[in-house]
């Protein structure tokens, strides 16, 4: 069974940092590129951040300088250390894999204050 658990979330003052963490089964994560996806009441669902198997990162405009994606390949884990965090950065964050189809975290929910 395939589960990606995410973790982190929380209120915090603009500024702020958080880091998000995305336990994931090895199944989807092993070899695969995985990504935090956010959406924000009112708003489609965006991309973030990507992460290859071997580290190659990839950020939307907004966040890069800000966040770093990362990944423990022994822990089946991804981060996502948000700093200097806005109040339009505030959404319900998502961790994302593809394992012969999409796989998608439960979501955390990320508040930042002005």
């Known amino acids: 069974q395939v589960q990606l658990v995410e973790s982190g979330g929380g209120l915090v003052q603009a500024g702020g940092s958080l880091r998000l963490s995305c336990a994931a089964s090895k199944s989807i994560f092993s070899s695969n590129t995985m990504a935090w996806y956010r959406q924000a009441p009112g708003n489609q669902r965006e991309l973030v951040a990507t992460?290859?198997?071997?580290?190659?990162?990839n950020y939307r405009d907004s966040v890069k300088g800000r966040f770093t994606i990362s990944r423990d390949n022994a822990k089946n884990t991804v981060y996502l250390q948000m700093n200097s965090l806005k109040p339009e950065d505030t959404a319900v964050y998502y961790c994302?894999?593809?394992?012969?189809?999409?796989?998608w975290g439960q979501g955390t929910q990320v508040t930042v204050s002005s």
């Open positions: 994302f894999g593809v394992l012969g189809r999409n796989y």
């Open positions: 992460i290859t198997s071997g580290g190659i990162t």
